[in-house]
C-alpha cells in the first residue's frame, strides 16, 4: 500500500513528520517571538543595539513620521526619547513643532520652554517659540526671541524671514524691509526672499519695487534647484496671485 506522505511538513523526509503538538508549539513560539520584535521595532528598535544608537533610530523614525504629516505619531516617539534622553534638548524641540503643527500650543509652549532651559544657545528652539508667540499675536515676546535667535545665528535665515513677516504683520513695513534686506546679503537666491520683500514693498505702496521683486522671485522659482525656504511652485502661484491685485 502507498502510504500517505504528511501535507506541509517543513521536514527534509516527510515521512518523519513531527508531532502535531510539537509543530503548534512552534508556530506559537514564532508568533511570540514576532510580536516582541514588533514591539521593540515600536518603542526601542533593536535591543541588542546601544543606547545612543537605539535612540538615534528613533529619531530617524520620528522624522519620517514628522516628513509624512503623521505629527501625533512623532509626539509618541518624542515621548519616549525625552525620557530616555531627558537632558537632550533636541528632544524637546523636536516634539514642542510637533505640538505645535497639531495646534497644541499650550504643550509647544511648554516644550520651547524645556529646550531654551537644557540648551540657552539653541537658536532654533526661540525661533519656534517667535513663530507660537507671533501665531497667538504676543508681538513683544515674539520680535525678542527672533532677536536672540538671529543673535546666536546670523545664519538662521527662516528666523530672519519669520521676524521680517511678523513686523509686516504688526504694519512695521520699513522695519520688516530691514529684515528681508540683510536675509537677502545672506541668500540672494531665494526666491522665497524676494517674493515676500516683493509683498512687502505692495503692501507699503511702492508699486515699481514690488514688480521688480515679484519678476526676480519667478525668474528664480523656475531655476530653483530645491534648496530655497519654500517650493518653487507655491512660491510662483504667491507671486502671481499677489501681482493679480496690482491690477
Known sequence: MQSIEPVGSNSAYPSEAKPVSEALSQKAYKATKAAAIASRARFRPNSWLSNKDANLLLRKRAQREAKQGNFA???????????????????FANRGLMHYNLKHYKQAFQDYNQAITLKPDLDRALSNRANLHASQHNWAEAIADYDQAIDLNPLNIRARLNQALTL???GDYE????????????????????????RTYQLEGQWNCAIADYTTARKLARLSTGLDLSAPGRVNDRVVRWMSSLY
Open 73 to 91: 505619531a512623532a509626539v509618541q516617539i518624542f515621548n519616549r526619547l525625552t525620557v530616555y534622553e531627558p537632558e537632550n534638548a533636541d528632544n
Open 168 to 170: 509686516r504683520e504688526m
Open 175 to 198: 522695519e520688516a524691509l530691514v529684515c528681508l534686506d540683510i536675509a537677502l546679503f545672506f541668500r540672494p537666491e531665494s526666491a522665497t526672499l524676494y517674493a515676500e520683500r516683493g
